[in-house]
């Protein structure tokens, strides 16, 4: 069991550039969730999902999609990337009210 | 006005002392609390729910005052061990979840 992987660890990238952040769970989870850190601010949440093919707007959604093809991935994609979304990513699965965490991207945009 | 505010600290305590985190939460319609505990660079974890009644674990100890929407933690007999962040969490609607900032703890020898 696996839990919550993430990939890449580290990225870097520069302004306008755009890329994936892959996020599987093996629990069967319905409830997967992605949120930014940035430090002072805590974790922010980006989008979530209740199921496969069913996603809604966090409170920081701008300049980013997601999409739930599978039970098992929620992957995020960067459009145009910005300096301001130079943060460590994680994402989560959630199973009555308890959070699984993947081991975040550190992503560094130029 | 952040939706769930905790002091960010940092608290720096002696080992074995007692050391209490607050955390306040405007949302009325929040039905469920609880703590993560992040260490440095890695993934938050789950360390307790909190319940209205209160509840402990072991050293550790959650309240939720829903009247004052007020939630705290209060960890007993510190260990060197207990370095780290600690979240508060709440969760609204069955799927919102807001995090606070975090309070940093350092427990010194």
């Known amino acids: 069991n696996a839990g919550v992987t993430q990939t890449p660890k580290f990225q870097v990238l520069k302004t306008g550039q755009s890329m994936t952040l892959q996020c599987a769970q093996d629990?069967?989870?319905?409830?997967m969730s992605w949120y930014r850190q940035d430090p002072g601010m805590g974790l922010r949440l980006i989008h979530y999902?209740?199921?496969?093919?069913?996603?809604d707007q966090g409170e920081v959604p701008n300049g980013y999609n997601v999409s739930r093809s599978t039970t098992e991935d929620f992957p995020l994609r960067l459009l145009s990337a910005a300096p301001s979304q130079t943060s460590v990513y994680f994402c989560?699965?959630?199973?009555?009210?308890?959070?699984?965490f993947g081991p975040g991207t550190r992503l560094t945009v130029t | 006005r952040k939706e769930v505010e905790q002091d960010p600290g940092p608290f720096n305590v002696p080992e074995g002392a007692t050391v209490a985190f607050n955390c306040t939460y405007s949302?009325?319609?929040?039905?469920?609390f609880f703590w993560y505990r992040q260490d440095c660079r890695k993934e938050p974890k789950l360390l307790m729910s909190?319940?209205?009644s209160g509840n402990e674990d072991g050293r550790f100890t959650a309240q939720l005052n829903r009247a004052s929407q007020y939630i705290s933690l209060l960890i007993r007999d510190s260990k060197l061990s207990d370095s780290a962040t600690y979240l508060c969490?709440?969760?609204?609607?069955?799927?919102?979840?807001?995090f606070g900032a975090g309070t940093r703890l350092f427990v010194k020898a």
């Open positions: 989560a699965s959630r199973h009555s009210g308890e959070q699984y």
């Open positions: 629990m069967n989870h319905e409830y």
């Open positions: 999902s209740v199921g496969a093919g069913i996603t």
């Open positions: 949302n009325s319609a929040s039905q469920s």
């Open positions: 909190v319940y209205s």
């Open positions: 969490v709440a969760l609204t609607g069955g799927f919102k979840t807001i």
